[in-house]
């Protein structure tokens, strides 16, 4: 179960009542098990994902079939050859034995804040220069801050 504490001058309260719960079920005396980190900044991550969605929206891949079945866009791709574009992948092996970029997880449990932020630079930049490509920096900024706010 993942629980929220804040810190305060008495020590750690929960931050909401399902946490809040969550602590009462623990007997007085009883010991757990605490893997803990920093939440990172879950507006930054709709900031994230408003400017991949103004991104998606503006790309249009060629027509084109494989098996002769059209082929679609699709989100989940975008984002990860976004990611990937960025800067921020893995090499994997495919059953076949070819290599190829896997985009790292954005999990807040596996990315801090700070890297986050980096990725989030990297994308927009890999966004203006192949997709977005009649934008400013500026330009894109604002269509994210619009996106966010509606």
Known sequence: MQSFLMRTPKG??????????????????GVIS????RPRNYEFHKRFFALLNIGFDAWEPPESTYRGLPVQKNFERFR????????????V????GEVRAEAKSISFAKMSQEEFEKLYNAAANVLLQKVLTNYTRSDLDDVVEKLIRF
Do not use: C, L, T
């Open 80 to 91: 990860k050859d976004v990611i990937i574009s960025a800067g921020y992948y893995e090499p």
């Open 93 to 96: 092996a495919n059953i076949r």
């Open 34 to 37: 605490v893997n803990w980190s």
């Open 12 to 29: 750690f309260i929960p931050e909401n009542d399902e946490s809040a719960r969550a602590m009462q079920k623990v007997p007085v005396g």
